[in-house]
């Protein structure tokens, strides 16, 4: 088992920044790919970034590519996302999620997930 918990989000003008936090504990996590996700009302889930634990190799969303960057701490067992030029279309309730198997048959397949925390990029 894995336990994630999300922290950081808030409301901030389009143009801000914003850095949010995953803290993970339970199992070790070196075989662990650490993403993060985020669902806007109405719409799916969708994957934004992900890292691998022991590597860590990053890929992105082209939506936040050049703009989000995901990263780990090992020492503190957290996973972070930093949010820069944000825009309204940001807006979303972001979730840390945890998968020793990322992907499964071509999609995404992460069983631990966080609560989420929200975001609201005003404009």
């Keep these: 088992q894995?336990?994630?918990?999300?922290?950081?989000g808030g409301l901030v003008q389009a143009g801000g920044s914003l850095?949010?936090?995953?803290?993970?504990?339970?199992?070790?996590?070196?075989?662990?790919?650490m993403a993060w996700f985020?669902?806007?009302?109405?719409?799916?889930?969708?994957?934004?970034?992900?890292?691998?634990?022991?590597?860590?190799?990053?890929?992105?969303?082209?939506?936040?590519?050049?703009?989000f960057t995901i990263s780990r701490d090992?020492?503190?067992?957290?996973?972070?996302?930093q949010m820069d030029s944000l825009k309204p279309e940001?807006?979303?309730i972001y979730y840390c999620a945890a998968s020793v198997v990322p992907e499964l048959l071509g999609k995404?397949?992460?069983?631990?997930?966080?609560?989420g925390t929200q975001v609201t990029v005003s404009s």
């Design 2 to 8: 894995v336990q994630l918990v999300e922290s950081g």
């Design 19 to 33: 850095r949010l936090s995953c803290a993970a504990s339970g199992r070790t996590l070196s075989a662990y790919t």
């Design 38 to 67: 985020r669902q806007a009302p109405g719409e799916e889930r969708d994957f934004v970034a992900r890292i691998s634990w022991s590597w860590g190799t990053t890929a992105y969303a082209d939506s936040v590519k050049g703009r």
């Design 74 to 81: 090992s020492a503190n067992n957290t996973v972070y996302l």
């Design 90 to 92: 940001d807006t979303a």
């Design 108 to 115: 995404p397949n992460y069983p631990y997930w966080g609560q």
